[in-house]
């Protein structure tokens, strides 16, 4: 024991000295050392065990440690690791095939890139060939990756060392019904309010400069929020008038985690383009894609697409997604996430009546979040948007930690994403270390 104390203490100390890690101050930090993963659990250096209740960064949906997956990237390598991206080969064109036939019907192909950001720098250039307009539209609380193009689309914090922005970038409000400046009377109402402020916003900014409007089908890491109802059809439809493109980015939301293939089925819509990544390898091995209409592909075979990537369509990356979306299949993984969704569901909504730190829940399959507030009435956020001087949910994280519960948070808001393999059994036992910590949150704010 002894020994593996001092191995997890060297991984530590080499990977402060020499690691830089995401989105912090490096000094401080005292990340975790990981030994160990096997289906929703990792563990640490010294043994203990996590439930992985966020799978990673929502993208370990089919669960660690899959024989299948790990089997069909070990037989890609040896038989060819690389191949370059002007070539066709099996794995290629299967994964593409596979994508296309599991997504919305007016999807023709699929250009691969290595994962979510780089899949919306290249909707965004895409949008714009396709268009001949150059004004991308995208929201407030989103997160569509850190490279410069899709921090410019991200409207939450983590753009603003990519600004000043990118000229033509326009942000639009969210249908955030909790905290809505106005009490609408039903989802309806709200999606009236929305789709007529973005309206009179594309008249302002001109419909003929407007290539595209970007979106979160279901908002991930801003805090799980899910479209009123007739929302996403009022988008479709504004982008039809004007002949916008309709981007929906998948990247999150995708391959089951709302109990559907992409989210956006929910609703019965089809985007233009859609993005996806994560859970398409669920990082097996890293891969991510644009899917475009059959329209759009169909303008491609006359115009040139300005698109390119030394590791587009990676073997080991389409490998992996071919084995992942059998996974999917064979282990029916949709089916069990809109069934632990509607259990977990259940169990969100008695933590909301039970705890006054709870202001909100919001689930779809087995995405979800819950909205931590200092006052229920008042709806006032646990820590201030942007801003946690006293490290409350830092504790919070802290506290589900040591009870052996692994997520993470944005702002006020817990998310709770496991793998879609989790059972019934091991959901609630989980869920319990949730209720025991929301008993401290409660103690906290009192
Ligand atoms: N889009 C969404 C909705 C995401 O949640 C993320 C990552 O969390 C991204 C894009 C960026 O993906 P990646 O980190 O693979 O570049």
Known sequence: TQAIMNYGEKIKKDSLAYNLHSWSPQGGLAPKVITKAEGIYFWDADGKRYFDMSSQLVNMNIGHGNKKVVEAIKEQTEKMAFMGPGYAFDVKSEAARKIVEVAPDNMGK????????EANENAIKIARMYTGKYKIFSRYRSYHGATYGAANLTGEKRRFPSEPGIPGFVKFFDPYLYRAPIAFSDEKEATKYYISQLREQILFEG?????????????????????????????????NEFNIMMV????????????????????????????????????????????????????????????????????LGCAAAIATIDVYKE?????????????????????????????????????????????????????????????????????????????????????VAPPLTISEMELMEAMDIMDKVLDYVDNMIS
Do not use: Q
């Open 110 to 117: 699929v250009f691969f890139t290595n994962a979510g950001a």
């Open 207 to 239: 419909p003929d400069k407007i290539a595209a409007i970007f979106l979160e089908t279901v908002t991930g890491s801003n805090g799980i929020i899910i479209p009123p109802e007739g929302y996403l059809k009022g988008v479709r439809e504004l982008c």
């Open 248 to 315: 929906c980015d998948e990247v999150m939301a995708g391959w089951g985690r709302t109990g559907e293939w992409f989210a956006v089925n929910h609703w019965d819509i089809e985007p233009d383009l859609i993005t996806f990544a994560k859970g398409v390898t669920c990082g097996y091995v890293p891969l991510g894609g644009v899917l475009v209409s059959k329209d759009i592909a169909k303008f491609f075979d006359d115009n040139t697409l300005w698109c390119g990537l030394t590791y587009s369509g990676h073997p």
């Open 331 to 415: 282990e029916k993984l949709l089916e069990n996430s809109k069934r632990m969704g509607i259990i977990l569901g259940e169990i969100l909504e008695n933590l909301k009546t039970k705890h006054k730190c709870v202001g909100d829940v919001r689930y779809i399959g087995l995405f979800s979040g819950i909205e931590l507030v200092k006052d229920r009435t008042s709806k006032e956020p646990i820590v201030p948007y942007g801003n946690d001087p006293e490290k409350i949910m830092k504790k919070i994280l802290g506290m589900l930690s040591s009870e052996g519960f692994a997520t993470y948070n944005h702002d006020n808001i817990l998310i």
